[in-house]
Nanobody
Framework: QVQLVESGGGSVQDGGSLRLSCASS????LAWFRQAPGKEREGVAS???????EYSYSVKGRFTIYRDNPKNTLYLQMNSLKPEDTSMYYC???????????????????WGQGTQVTVSS
């Protein structure tokens, strides 16, 4: 069973920055999702094997997803964090070769355990 392991979460002040990391095997499509208590899982950012990216409207311009293929590591650089970004963040990987990038949870087959991000005002 391939595992994804997230790290880098923590607590920051409003306007602060964090970088999340996800140790992963080589997958075509990788993404970050988040889920707050009582809310549905939300796609944050996705990256395809060719480097194409997609972001949710709420984080576009503040978050950057990128991958280091030789290290099999996915990153999410989060800048200008807001209290509404507080959530559990999950790394996800998808095998379907016909999908480039996606923010739909159903397009992903493997999930990490999550890392908590808390932004205080």
């Amino acid at each position: 069973q391939v595992q994804l392991v997230e790290s880098g979460g923590g607590s920051v002040q409003d306007g602060g920055s964090l970088r999340l990391s996800c140790a992963s095997s080589t997958y075509r499509r990788l993404a970050w999702f988040r889920q707050a208590p009582g809310k549905e899982r939300e796609g944050v950012a996705s990256i395809g094997s060719d480097g194409t990216t997609e972001y949710s409207y709420s984080v576009k311009g503040r978050f950057t997803i990128y991958r280091d293929n030789p290290k099999n590591t996915l990153y999410l650089q989060m800048n200008s964090l807001k209290p509404e970004d507080t959530s559990m963040y999950y790394c996800a990987a998808g095998r379907n070769p016909w999908i480039g990038v996606s923010l739909l949870p159903s397009d992903y087959d493997v999930w990490g355990q999550g890392t908590q991000v808390t932004v205080s005002s």
